[in-house]
């Protein structure tokens, strides 16, 4: 209890002592030219495994987006066909897919970003695709702390100079 009798609810309590409001995630897609970013999902966690936990599933849901598995059910019957690897020679194409399902099953990858996070950084995930990157992130949220201020009587105040 603070003066004046009032409660502090417990989520409040944590977020002082841990001088955080939670964790903000991301997942965007920044076009490699004049365009602005696209937001494509936000979350706010309560803690930093919260937040690793909604960027693995980001991960999956998008990499099922851009790299749908033919039975897919949600395909039903689209015409797709399969993308050829690229030949002797030629540089090899970015697989967006391939490297969120991959990062989303390694365990030393994930334990560092839960490392990175807990400890009050910015862990960021970006990946490459031929004309746009897509990004995975977490950070945490700082408190917004009440303004403090003293009120001021008149205007004559502001034009005293012995302040």
Same mark, same amino acid.
């Given at each position: 209890?603070?003066?004046?009798? /009032? ?6 309590? #944590? ?5 955080? $409001? ?21 979350? #706010?966690?309560?803690?930093? #495994? ?18 749908? /598995? ?8 689209? !015409? ?28 030393? /990858? ?5 490392? /990175? ?10 990946? !490459? ?10 950070? !945490? ?11 001021? $009587? ?10």
């Amino acid at each position: 209890m603070r003066g004046g009798g /009032e409660r502090v609810p417990a989520a409040a309590r #944590r977020a002082a002592v841990l001088g955080r $409001d939670g964790y903000w995630c991301e997942c965007a897609a920044v076009p490699l030219g004049p365009c602005r970013a696209v937001l494509l999902a936000g979350y #706010r966690a309560r803690s930093p #495994r919260l937040a690793l936990r909604w960027m693995r599933v980001q991960a999956r849901r998008l990499a099922a987006r851009l790299a749908p /598995e033919p039975g897919a059910p949600w395909l039903r019957g689209a !015409p797709l066909h399969a993308v050829p690897a690229a030949g002797p020679g030629s540089s090899p194409s970015p697989d967006p897919a391939s490297v969120l399902r991959t990062w989303q099953e390694d365990g030393d /990858e994930q334990a560092r970003a839960l490392d /990175e996070v807990s400890a009050g950084g910015l862990y960021l995930l970006p990946v !490459p695709d031929d004309d746009v990157l897509y990004t995975l992130s977490a950070r !945490p949220l700082l408190p917004v702390r009440p303004f403090d201020w003293t009120p001021i $009587d008149s205007c004559a105040d502001l034009s005293r100079t012995d302040h």
